[in-house]
């Protein structure tokens, strides 16, 4: 079954501090991976997307990697703002998976909360 | 557009009322989903328009739910004799697709509906 499960299911760190939240997958055929940042009230916006050849990508303070082998994903947070504080989504696209549900398989996220 | 809309973004409603929720994608953009959030859950799929193919509604809870979409403009998603547990964040989301890959999900900023 193609599923996706992202870990911790929430996180709470102090400002300045590090974090990495994880992000499972059993999805085959893998075509790629997004994270998403979905601030509350907010719809979600991309962060980052990893194809199969890609390891390791950076967009700012965000560092996201991919282990296609292990089937595994994490997203790693530098030197944590307030403003990080959000809903962090994986979303798996599935290669020639026929358009059901667009291809995609939704985690259902980390609620990461930044404290002063 | 610049981006993807949602109308209206706040809705309140008495139980058995019908609602219809509308979203406007970006232009050019062929494929739009609509999700259902409730409060501090994960996105869950409802339906799913890619160009003039057949929508995926595989995702809709009940025959109370409905949803049309003209060639690759406005869609529309209705809901009929609204429950109390219809109420929750309904998020559309549309993105460009070629050659069979799903390209990145722009998300509207939801429509929140409370029935009472």
């Known amino acids: 079954k193609n599923q996706v499960e992202q870990s911790p299911q929430s996180l709470i760190i102090l400002e300045g501090k590090n974090c990495t939240l994880q992000c499972n997958y059993t999805v085959s055929p893998f075509s790629n991976l997004r994270w998403y940042k979905q601030d509350t009230g907010r719809g979600p916006v991309s962060l980052t997307i990893m194809t199969f050849s890609e390891n390791t990508k950076s967009n700012g303070r965000y560092t996201a990697t991919l282990d296609a082998d292990t089937k595994q994903s994490s997203l790693h947070i530098t030197a944590s703002q307030l403003s990080d504080s959000a809903s962090y989504i994986c979303v798996v696209t599935i290669m020639n998976y026929g358009g059901s549900q667009g291809n995609l398989i939704f985690g259902k996220g980390t609620k990461l909360s930044v404290k002063p | 557009g610049a981006g993807v809309s949602q109308s209206p973004s706040n809705k309140v409603t008495e139980k058995g009322k019908d609602v219809e929720l509308r979203c406007d994608p970006i232009?050019?953009?062929?494929?739009l989903y609509w999700y259902r959030q409730r409060l501090g859950q994960g996105l869950e799929f409802l339906i799913y328009f890619q160009g003039n193919s057949a929508p995926d509604k595989s995702g809709l809870p009940s025959d109370r739910f409905s949803a049309e979409r003209t060639g690759e403009s406005v869609s529309t998603l209705t809901i009929q004799r609204t429950q109390q547990e219809d109420s929750a964040v309904y998020l559309c989301a549309s993105s460009f697709t070629s050659g069979g890959n799903t390209g990145e999900l722009f998300f509207g900023e939801g429509s929140r509906l409370t029935v009472l």
């Open positions: 232009s050019g953009h062929t494929a």
